[in-house]
C-alpha cells in the first residue's frame, strides 16, 4: 500500500515546502558549478532532509539542466526510481559499524556508470561509529572528484566536529502551519477527501512542524470516516478541543469572566481532551490574538488557519483589549503550558492561570454567565478597606495611588529580573530607573539615562515588555512612561525622594530597621 507521504512526496525543487533559502542555495550551486563534495541536511523529523538530498542528486546529474531542475528523463527516472548504479542510499541506523565505511571506501574510487556524480546519501547520521566516522574521515578529506556525499540526520550535535568542519551544513526548521495546513488541503482535494478548513489546521498543529506526520494523520482521519474528514473526526482521533471551545474560553478570560472561564475549562477536561493539548492550542490562538492586536499584517500569515467565522471572533477578540493585556494573557498561559507537561495533574497549573488572569481590582457588572461580581473577581464586601479598592473620594484615590508606589518600590527587584529574562540589554538599561508615581493605570518612572528614555521611546517591544513586567505587580497598568529626572524636577519644583536618586545612581538601598 502507498502512503500519503510517498505518494505526495516532493519530485522537484519546485515541490518542496518552506525552505526557500535552502532551495535557492542548492540551485545557484547548480547554476554556477561550484558544487562541493559533501553536504549535511539537519533538522526534526519529516521536514524534508532526505528528499532534498534526493532531489539535489537528481539536478546534480540531470542532462540537459533545465532550470536545475530534476527531469523526467534518461539519468533522472533512473535516480528516482532508485535504479541507478550511482545512487548509494545508507542507513546508518542500521549499518553503524567500520565495516559498512570500509566497503564504501573501497567503491567510491570507481567512476560512475551511467551519470557525473556517484553520489552516497547516508541517512541518520549521527547514528555512526566513531570508528565509523574516523574511517570516513581521509575520504572527506580528499574525495574522488565524482563523489558527492549527502549527509542527513535530525541531531547534528552528535555528529564529530572534525566532519562538520568539512560538509556545507544546511539547518531545515519545523515547517510553518499554515504551509502544512495548505499541502494537507491540497492532497485532499486530489484524493476527493472533503477536508475543511479548520480540521486541516488542527492535524497541521498536531504535527508539530513535520509534513510527514501531518500526511500520516491525514490518512488516519481518512480511515476513520471515508465520506469527509470533519472538524469532529479530527477532534475524535487527536483528543485535542475545536477552535470554537478555545476561543470562548479566551473570551471569558478577557472579560475577566473567572467561573464562566473555569467551567469552560472543566468541560474540555471531561470531554476526554489532553489537557497539556488543550492548553498549547490555547496559547497558540491567544498568540494570534495579539498580533493582529498590535498590527492586523502581523496575523495575516496566519489568516488561513481559521474559517470566516473563527476569523471574525478573533479579531472581534483582539480589539476589546488592550496589546498589554494580550501580552500578559500569552504570557500567563504559556508559562502554564509548561507545568502542565510536568505536573502529576495537568489541570491545575492552567485552572491557576486562568485565575491570575481574571483577577483585578476594578470591579465589574455581572457576566453573561449570570456570575456576580464578587464571583469573578477578588472584590469582595470583606475587602471594603484594602487600600486598592477604588472609591469616588479624592482623598482615596491619593491614598490608592500611594499604596500602589509603594508596592511597585517594594517588588523593583521582581519587575527588573522580569525584563531581564526577555531583554537583557533593556533589564541593564532600567536598572537606572525607578518608580516615581502611579496615576490610575498609568505609572511613571524616573531615570537620569538619557539613552534609556530615548530608546523606550522609540521601541515598541521595550514599551509591551515594560508593561507586562509592571502589570504583574499592578495588574491594572496599562500605561508606563519614562521620564528624566530634569524635566521631573523642573515640573515639579521639588527635589527627588531620596530613595529614588539612590536607585538612579545604583546604590544599594537598605531597609529601615535593618
Known amino acids: 500500500m502507498i502512503t500519503l507521504s510517498t505518494t505526495y ?117 549521527h547514528m555512526l561509529s566513531t570508528a565509523a566516522w574516523n574511517a570516513l574521515l581521509k575520504t572527506l578529506e580528499e574525495p574522488p572528484s565524482h563523489a558527492l556525499f549527502l549527509f542527513a540526520t535530525t541531531d547534528a550535535h552528535k555528529i564529530p566536529q572534525t566532519i562538520l568542519s568539512r560538509v556545507q551544513r544546511f539547518d531545515l526548521s519545523r515547517l510553518d502551519v499554515g504551509l502544512i495546513a495548505k499541502k494537507l488541503r491540497h492532497i485532499a482535494k486530489r484524493e476527493s477527501l472533503p477536508l475543511t478548513r479548520t480540521a486541516a489546521a488542527m492535524i497541521a498543529r498536531s504535527a508539530d512542524g513535520s509534513m510527514r506526520d501531518a500526511e500520516s494523520l491525514l490518512a488516519q482521519c481518512a480511515a476513520m470516516q471515508e465520506d469527509s474528514i470533519t472538524d469532529e473526526t479530527v477532534q475524535a482521533l487527536l483528543g485535542i478541543a475545536d477552535t470554537d471551545t478555545i476561543l470562548t474560553l479566551l473570551e471569558h478570560i478577557i472579560h475577566y469572566q473567572r467561573v464562566a472561564a473555569l467551567e469552560t475549562l472543566a468541560t474540555v477536561e471531561r470531554a476526554g481532551v489532553a489537557v497539556d493539548i488543550f492548553a498549547r492550542d490555547t496559547v497558540r490562538v491567544a498568540r494570534h490574538i495579539l498580533l493582529y492586536s498590535i498590527d492586523a499584517e502581523l496575523f495575516s500569515p496566519y489568516t488561513d488557519l481559521y474559517d470566516p467565522p473563527h476569523r471574525d471572533r478573533l479579531i472581534a477578540l483582539a480589539t476589546q483589549a488592550s496589546p498589554p493585556r494580550h501580552r500578559i494573557i500569552v504570557d500567563t498561559l504559556h508559562t502554564a503550558v509548561h507545568q502542565c507537561t510536568t505536573s502529576p495533574l495537568p489541570i491545575i497549573p492552567l485552572e491557576i492561570a486562568i485565575v491570575a488572569l481574571t483577577t483585578t481590582d476594578t470591579p465589574q457588572s455581572s457576566d453573561d454567565t449570570g456570575a456576580s461580581t464578587s464571583e469573578t473577581h477578588d472584590t469582595s464586601s470583606s475587602t471594603a478597606n484594602d487600600t486598592n479598592a477604588p472609591t469616588d473620594t479624592p482623598s482615596s484615590n491619593a491614598d490608592t495611588s500611594s499604596a500602589d508606589l509603594s508596592r511597585l518600590t517594594d517588588a523593583w527587584n521582581d519587575v527588573l529580573s522580569y525584563v531581564r529574562k526577555r531583554n537583557a540589554p533593556f533589564g541593564a538599561l532600567l536598572r537606572t530607573a525607578a518608580p516615581h508615581s502611579v496615576n490610575e493605570n498609568t505609572v511613571t518612572l524616573v531615570t537620569a539615562n538619557s539613552l534609556l528614555c530615548e530608546k523606550y521611546a522609540a521601541t515598541d517591544v521595550m514599551r509591551l515588555t515594560l508593561i507586562a513586567a509592571v502589570a504583574t505587580i499592578l495588574p491594572k497598568c496599562t500605561h508606563v512612561q519614562i521620564a528624566h529626572a530634569d524635566t521631573l524636577q523642573s515640573s515639579d519644583n521639588a527635589p527627588l525622594p531620596a530613595k529614588v536618586i539612590a536607585t538612579m545612581r545604583g546604590a544599594q538601598i537598605i531597609p529601615s530597621g535593618v
Open 9 to 125: 512526496r516532493p519530485k522537484d525543487f519546485d515541490d518542496v515546502l518552506g525552505h526557500t533559502t535552502v532551495v535557492t542555495t542548492l540551485r545557484n550551486a547548480i547554476a554556477r558549478n561550484i558544487i562541493g563534495h559533501a553536504y549535511l541536511f539537519s533538522g526534526p523529523r519529516g521536514t524534508g532532509k532526505t528528499t532534498l538530498a534526493r532531489i539535489f542528486a537528481q539536478a546534480v546529474n540531470c542532462t540537459p539542466r533545465e532550470d536545475f531542475t530534476p527531469c523526467d528523463k534518461n539519468v533522472c527516472e533512473q535516480l528516482r526510481t532508485g535504479q541507478s548504479l550511482d545512487l548509494i542510499e545508507i542507513d546508518a541506523a542500521s549499518h553503524t559499524g567500520v565495516d559498512t565505511i570500509r566497503a564504501l571506501r573501497d567503491t567510491v574510487t570507481l567512476p560512475p556508470h551511467s551519470a557525473r556524480y556517484k553520489v552516497y546519501i547516508i541517512d541518520e547520521a
